[in-house]
Structure formats: structure tokens, C-alpha cells
T-cell receptor, first 116, second 114 residues
Framework: AQTVTQSQPEMSVQEAETVTLSCTYD???????LFWYKQPPSRQMILVIR??????QNATENRFSVNFQKAAKSFSLKISDSQLGDTAMYFC?????????????FGKGTRLHILP | DSGVTQTPKHLITATGQRVTLRCSPR?????VYWYQQSLDQGLQFLIQ???????AKGNILERFSAQQFPDLHSELNLSSLELGDSALYFC?????????????FGPGTRLTVL
């Protein structure tokens, strides 16, 4: 069974700093998707960034980028120039099955505080 | 706005009661997923429906059931409620035509069992 592990329950950084959230996963599949979701105090689940396992290039979305290490089964999220609005719970997530529609498996989350 | 709607937003009920949570997927999405977010268990997949048929089951209790109707909306029924069922219940939808199979999450229903 697939598992997703986030080893940092909580982190705090100063505004404008760069922060990296860690995530490791376990799977025997070769085709899969990895995601980072943000959950602000509103509780809405917001997709931050996705990575297809077959792509070697790390995904980037503005200030958010990932470091995807397939062999190590590691998928970290880097937030550059952090902003107060980045304060939220961040979930690393895995979806297997390649192009099949399939359930998402979430890590336990990292609570990120951006300090003014 | 993800395009997925869930009602009600909040629900407060007592132990032993039964409630129904409703989800309307994005227009055109045939797959609906239910997830439970609780303090101790985190975010867990409960069940998936595709075009009216059950597709996959996760950690869903026997006291819980779901269905997807011909108009593609889905309902999650929770019965004989216990204090531990208090959680945020999310519905998500996706389309097979989407190359990324992205799941779009609704705003959730917060259930409080007293």
C-alpha cells in the first residue's frame, strides 16, 4: 500500500524567507502523480503544485517549486519569498494509477506559520 | 471556487443520530470522491463513485454509506453517529478527460457530534 510521510508537523519562518517542506512516499508503481495541497484557515483544499512521476523536470508554479527525487521517493516543496498569506497547513499527496482516476493518499500535513 | 458544492456547510447533531451530506460535482465530472478529515486520522479517503457506480472503497465504516444519483450528485449518509465521527467531510470530483486527473475539492461539511 502506498504511504505518504511528512516529518515536519510544524514550521515557522520569517516573511520573505525561503522554506522547504519535506515529504517522502512509498509505492511500487512507476506511473503516479504527486501533489502539494494548501489548506488555509478557511479549510478549503487548494492545489499548489503537481508533479507527474514520468517527468524528470521539477514542477514550478511562481514562488512554489518542488524537488522530486524519484529514486529516493522524495518530494519536497520550496516556497520562495514567503508571504503572510502562505500561512496554512500543507499536505503532500500521492495519486497512483497513471491516468486512471484514483483516490488521493495524503500525508499528515505540515503546519506552516509565516511570521511578520 | 472549485465548482464543487457541498451542503450543508455546518451540521451539529447528537450521538446516535443520522445525517446526510450532499455533494454536487463540477459540471461534466463523472467521478466523485468522499474524504474525511479528523484531528487524529488526518485526511482519509472514504469512497469513490463513477457515473453512479461504486468504484473504490477506503476506510469507510459500515455505519456510513454513499450513493451517486443519475444527475451525478452524491450523498454520504452517516448513521448511529458517535463523538469520533466529528470531522470535516470533503467531496471532490474529477474528469477522466483531464490528462492530470486533477481532483477538485468542495468547501467541505463540518460535522459536530455532541
Amino acid at each position: 500500500a502506498q504511504t505518504v510521510t511528512q516529518s515536519q508537523p510544524e514550521m515557522s519562518v520569517q516573511e520573505a524567507e525561503t522554506v522547504t517542506l519535506s515529504c517522502t512516499y512509498d509505492t511500487s508503481e512507476n506511473n503516479y502523480y504527486l501533489f502539494w495541497y494548501k489548506q488555509p484557515p478557511s479549510r478549503q483544499m487548494i492545489l499548489v503544485i503537481r508533479q507527474e512521476a514520468y517527468k524528470q523536470q521539477n514542477a514550478t508554479e511562481n514562488r512554489f517549486s518542488v524537488n522530486f527525487q524519484k529514486a529516493a521517493k522524495s518530494f519536497s516543496l520550496k516556497i520562495s519569498d514567503s508571504q503572510l498569506g502562505d500561512t496554512a497547513m500543507y499536505f503532500c499527496a500521492f495519486k497512483g494509477g497513471g491516468n486512471r482516476d484514483d483516490k488521493i493518499i495524503f500525508g499528515k500535513g505540515t503546519r506552516l506559520h509565516i511570521l511578520p | 471556487d472549485s465548482g464543487v458544492t457541498q451542503t450543508p456547510k455546518h451540521l451539529i447533531t447528537a450521538t446516535g443520530q443520522r445525517v446526510t451530506l450532499r455533494c454536487s460535482p463540477r459540471s461534466g465530472d463523472l467521478s466523485v470522491y468522499w474524504y474525511q478529515q479528523s484531528l487524529d486520522q488526518g485526511l482519509q479517503f472514504l469512497i469513490q463513485y463513477y457515473n453512479g457506480e461504486e468504484r473504490a472503497k477506503g476506510n469507510i465504516l459500515e455505519r456510513f454509506s454513499a450513493q451517486q444519483f443519475p444527475d451525478l450528485h452524491s450523498e454520504l449518509n452517516l448513521s448511529s453517529l458517535e463523538l469520533g465521527d466529528s470531522a470535516l467531510y470533503f467531496c471532490a470530483s474529477s474528469s477522466r478527460g483531464d490528462p492530470h486527473n486533477e481532483q477538485f475539492f468542495g468547501p467541505g461539511t463540518r460535522l459536530t457530534v455532541l
